[in-house]
């Protein structure tokens, strides 16, 4: 078995403004590092309309379409901006997800990464935030349970900020769990170990500023991996941001390259024990650029081992 590996060239025409933090500059790092190690990459497909149907109405597609400029940057929300290309890329990144459950499901790759900006896990049903169009990941969710007929899938998110958008569009899906660890306090606001879903389907981790990977560590090792081996999914996705590394400038948390490796290996292997290994990775934060490329290519590298 192999890891699939999936990314488009729309990514590099997504463009914010200078200085922003979720630049095309992440994607062109993530993919130096990538032809540097050799790892090989697969072209995402477009995706579907009726996939972004499974989490976001119509009428906010429509929106969206309805904002994108001809040329120049139009402003969203107070960090959240889109470019003439923002929706091919935001339509690719849909595209990869689903890509990478069928394959995975399918048993054509053991696990898969999607390397696609920008991110996703805040986008709210009707509401675009914190750069993100569409819940890339929840997406993802919703169509491995709808199209596949899976009974259980968990999603759990490790980026420095709380998957706000994931945690409101899986809220009241009782086949999904939703495990999300973040610093706290930090933006968004939301994350508290009080929002549980409405099927207790939602567990969120807060960690303090200024926390490191033993804290983290201690927090996977008691509270989340017991929680995600009880609820036995039959695939997980992950939310993988890389913003909790001591080196990123939005954040606070002081994790290192190898908490990152330890944290693969262990969702890994919770997946490898509850449904064959079956892990479909989806990229999310992470604004260093040497800290993001090392980090990314690590997951991917802890990845492949695990489908070998």
């Not at 696990?111 to 569409?134: D, K, L, S, W, Y």
């Not at 490790?158 to 899986?170: E, I, K, M, R, W």
């Not at 409405?198 to 200024?210: S, T």
Request: aromatic residues 6%.
């Amino acid at each position: 078995m192999t890891t699939l590996v999936l990314t488009h060239e729309t990514g590099l025409r997504h463009e914010t403004p200078q200085g922003h933090p979720e630049q095309v500059a992440r994607l062109e790092h993530i993919l130096h590092a990538f032809r540097q190690n050799d790892i090989a990459v697969e072209t995402a497909p477009e995706g579907r309309r009726e996939d972004v149907l499974l989490c976001h109405p119509e009428r906010y597609i429509a929106r969206l379409e309805a904002a994108l400029p001809a040329e120049g940057l139009h402003q969203l929300d107070a960090d959240t901006w889109i470019s003439p290309g923002s929706l091919a890329v935001a339509w690719h990144g849909v595209g990869a997800v689903r890509e990478a459950v069928d394959r995975v499901l399918a048993g054509d790759a053991r696990n898969a990464f999607c390397a696609m900006r920008p991110p996703g896990h805040h986008a709210e049903q009707e509401t675009p935030m914190g750069f993100c169009f569409f819940g890339n990941a929840a997406i993802g969710a919703k169509h491995a349970l709808e199209r596949h007929g899976l009974a259980r899938v968990a999603v759990v998110d490790f980026d420095v900020h709380h998957g706000n958008g994931t945690q409101s569009l899986l809220w009241d899906e009782p086949r999904a769990q939703l495990i999300s660890s973040q610093q706290m306090p930090l933006w968004p606001g939301s994350g508290d170990p009080s929002e549980r879903g409405a099927h207790d389907n939602v567990c969120n981790i807060p960690l303090a500023p200024g926390s490191d990977g033993y804290e983290m560590r201690d927090a996977y090792t008691h509270d989340v991996l017991p929680r995600l081996r009880d609820f036995a999914p039959e695939l997980i996705l992950i939310s993988a941001g890389f913003d909790a590394h001591r080196d990123d400038p939005l954040a606070n948390l002081n994790w290192s390259t190898e908490d990152f490796v330890w944290l693969t290996q262990e969702i890994c292997q919770v997946a490898q024990e509850c449904c064959e290994g079956r892990v479909v990775s989806v990229l999310e934060g992470g604004y260093d650029l040497a800290a993001l490329a090392e980090a990314v290519t690590v997951h991917v590298k802890t990845l492949q081992e695990a489908a070998a």
